[in-house]
């Protein structure tokens, strides 16, 4: 599955229907979902999230369906803030260095196992590049994260090429 499948995915419950939200992020630890955000809390308001075990939901093309036993929570943004956000990363945004410390590019998608497991990191180089041979499709086993980056094990040269990159080089190629 494709984490992008699930931003602003409406999040309801499957037995009756109530509907808690939509998600906002993805919240990432230790190369799995950790978190599901529906919202960060507020002044009057506070944040609400998902810490979803793979049986706890089924999705649709449009929403996220809980199990009865499956719950949102409900907490201040401040606690919030420091159980979820300061522990955690979003999927989103994040930039990617190849060992060298050069720049690859952002994250723009995941693909994520039925278990949150991440597969391999999808990221944007530039938008010509993007355009010209595609996104890099890279392994998560191969990619740490430390000090607020996602960082490659190799040289970005090293990248493998899947045949699933896109472009319009690939597809003259062909």
Not at 54 to 72: F, I
Not at 102 to 110: E, L, Q, S, T
Not at 143 to 154: A, C, M, Q
């Amino acid at each position: 599955m494709r984490a992008s499948f699930l931003m602003n995915m409406r999040v309801e419950k499957e037995s009756t229907g109530r509907f808690y939200g939509l998600i906002q992020d993805v919240r990432i630890k230790d190369d799995k979902i950790y978190a599901i955000v529906l919202t960060e809390g507020g002044t009057f308001q506070k944040a609400a999230y998902l810490q979803l075990n793979p049986g706890d939901y089924r999705t649709d093309y449009n929403s996220l369906k809980l199990k009865d036993d499956a719950e949102v929570i409900h907490e201040k943004s401040k606690v919030f803030q420091e159980k979820i956000i300061n522990n955690t990363h979003s999927l989103y945004g994040l930039m990617m260095y190849d060992v060298d410390n050069r720049k690859i590019g952002k994250v723009r998608d995941v693909t994520v196992s039925r278990n949150h497991q991440i597969l391999e990191y999808e990221v944007s180089k530039s938008f010509f590049e993007d355009i010209n041979v595609g996104f890099s499709l890279i392994p998560a086993d191969q990619v740490k994260f430390r000090d607020g980056k996602l960082y490659y094990e190799l040289r970005v040269e090293d990248i493998p090429l899947t045949g699933r990159e896109g472009g319009i080089v690939n597809r003259l190629w062909e």
